[in-house]
């Protein structure tokens, strides 16, 4: 069985699996689509109460939770929509323009 | 067990046979009666195979496509128009590798409408990436659907199939046909078991993913890999079949042609008409041949120049037009196949037939003449004409 985690762009076609099919759950883990965004959300942790809104609203399940607590960004998957910069009541996010991570 | 059906009873017997696990199923003449026969052998509980009655044939082949990567068997019959419909999806089902079986029972696509035989819906599809083979007969009907499953479910192959008749010659036509008992179609086809399939809850399973540019190619490579596998896989399967029945299938058949100087190469029920014109001739010391192509997809090209090597003048006949203003599909193929014969015989296409014309053995005996004309003059004259349409211009 071919896994996706030792599938990348050098793979052979003779590699490869028939109709690209992925015989596990959860591969878009190691797929990086953080490289489309635009603008990027930067975390403020003293400001933030761990009220959880960002998480449920984010569409890229890019926020990631431990313990109860959110933790910074999972800047892999983040498109940048600002999405969890409208939903927090707290200054505990702000946007930057641009993709990259400062 | 002989009976007489026509050919579209024959591929529902088939089906019924057979007992696939879904048949996505949407009526359109002339191949309504295969849905048709198939719902009383759900009803009379002659089978337990899940009915899905859709909305277009969009939608049976969604259900086909869903159903076989679920790992289920699924079936599904459509002409024309319907296969028109269904032609995003005939690309799904075989770039996704899924070894569904349709029964194309082939009639013009339009337009004019027109509900007749010629091959312009399945020649529409013949770069989806399916397996093709075409019937003769009622019985060739019947014989490819059984080989079908055993073809396209192979591991290295897993590719889906499109199993074509005749529309109203053969599929309404009542012809003696010899079936196979149930148990013996059964044991044929043998249990589908897929090494991937959706419901395989061990084993989570994502079909037919986004591919992007660094990853598709490679696909289609694999692809079309299979597509080469699939020659040697119908063979082998055509030597299993004639063991349980008797009957013999190659890529395609070759009629008169140990000798032939003069041959014709065309598909299906036409052949009939043929064989009658080449036994004619034949009669008159001619030396005619015919090759039936049976398999247009994967295309026998390597075997048809050893098929046509010793002839001295070859007529393709296309029931298709294929507006390439330079020839019909099948003459495209064969013509190309010839390039690397150091020898090559002179080849003319013929388009004829279309929207259900009719041909007869006259008009066939009227190509071989052009034929030995060809031969005798070395003079081809017009490289692809037409047959059978009235005109103020006389030509054979």
Same mark, same amino acid.
């Given at each position: 069985?071919?896994y ?8 052979p ?19 990086n ?12 942790e ?22 109860g ?34 | ?5 026509s050919?579209n ?15 996505g ?32 044939e ?15 068997r ?9 296969l ?33 035989? /010629? ?6 599809? %013949? /770069?989806?990436?399916w ?34 008749m ?15 008992e ?25 079909v037919?993913?986004y ?24 063979l082998?399967?055509?030597t ?12 395609f ?7 032939a ?32 192509i049976r398999v ?8 048809l ?6 002839? %001295? ?43 259900? %014309? ?12 052009r ?18 349409q ?7």
């Open positions: 069985m071919i996706a985690k030792d599938i990348n762009e050098h793979t076609w003779q590699d490869l699996t028939p109709g690209g099919e992925i015989y596990e759950p959860g591969t878009a883990r190691l797929f689509t953080g490289s489309w965004r635009t603008n990027t959300p930067v975390f403020h003293e400001a933030c109460k761990h009220c959880m809104l960002c998480v449920p609203f984010c569409p890229d399940n890019a926020i990631p939770v431990r313990d607590k959110r933790l910074d960004f999972d800047y892999m998957h983040c498109k940048g929509c600002g999405i969890c910069e409208e939903v927090c009541p707290f200054p505990a996010i702000t946007m930057v323009s641009g993709g990259a991570v400062k | 067990m002989s009976h007489r059906l050919g009873e024959a591929v529902a017997y088939a089906m019924k046979q057979i007992n696939p696990d879904v048949m199923a949407f009526p359109i003449t002339p191949s309504t009666e295969i849905p048709e026969y198939f719902a009383q052998y759900v009803a009379n509980g002659e089978v337990n195979t899940e009915y899905v009655a859709v909305e277009s969009h939608s049976s082949m969604s259900v086909c496509i869903a159903a076989q990567a679920a790992g289920a699924a079936v599904c019959a459509t002409s024309s128009c319907g028109a419909l269904m032609y995003e999806l005939l690309y799904v089902a075989a770039s996704c590798r899924l070894p569904i079986t349709l029964a194309c029972v082939n009639r013009a696509l339009s337009g004019p409408i027109n509900i007749n035989h /010629d091959y312009s819906d399945s020649m529409g599809g %013949r /770069d989806a990436g397996i093709q083979i075409y019937a003769e007969n009622n019985q060739e009907a019947y014989d490819n659907f059984i080989m079908a499953m055993p073809i396209g479910e192979h591991p290295g192959v897993r590719l889906p199939v499109m199993t074509c005749d529309g109203f010659i053969t599929s309404h036509a009542v012809e003696n046909i010899e079936l196979l149930t148990d013996v179609v059964r044991r044929f086809i043998g249990e589908y078991n897929p090494e991937h399939y959706l419901l395989k809850k061990e084993n989570p399973l994502a037919g993913p591919d992007l540019s660094p990853y598709y190619m490679e696909h289609k490579v694999l692809q079309a890999e299979a597509m080469k596998v699939a020659r040697t896989r119908i082998e399967v055509a299993k079949f004639e063991k349980i029945s008797g009957r013999s299938y190659g890529l058949e070759e009629y008169r042609m140990e000798d100087e003069l041959a014709l190469v065309l598909m299906g029920s036409t052949a009939g008409t043929a064989k009658a014109a080449v036994n004619k001739l034949r009669e008159d010391g001619v030396k005619a041949g015919l090759v039936k247009f997809r994967p295309f026998p090209g390597e075997e120049v050893r098929a046509l090597a010793g002839t %001295r003048a070859v007529a393709v006949m296309d029931k298709s037009e294929g507006f390439s203003g330079g020839g019909g599909p099948l003459f495209a193929e064969t013509r190309s196949a010839l390039y690397d014969l150091k020898e090559r015989p002179y080849m003319i296409d013929i388009v004829y037939g279309l929207g259900g %014309r009719d041909v007869k053995v006259e008009d066939i005996e009227k190509v071989f003449g034929l030995a004309d060809i031969a005798m003059t070395g003079e081809i004259g017009p490289l692809y004409t037409h047959m059978g009235r005109s103020k211009e006389e030509r054979a």
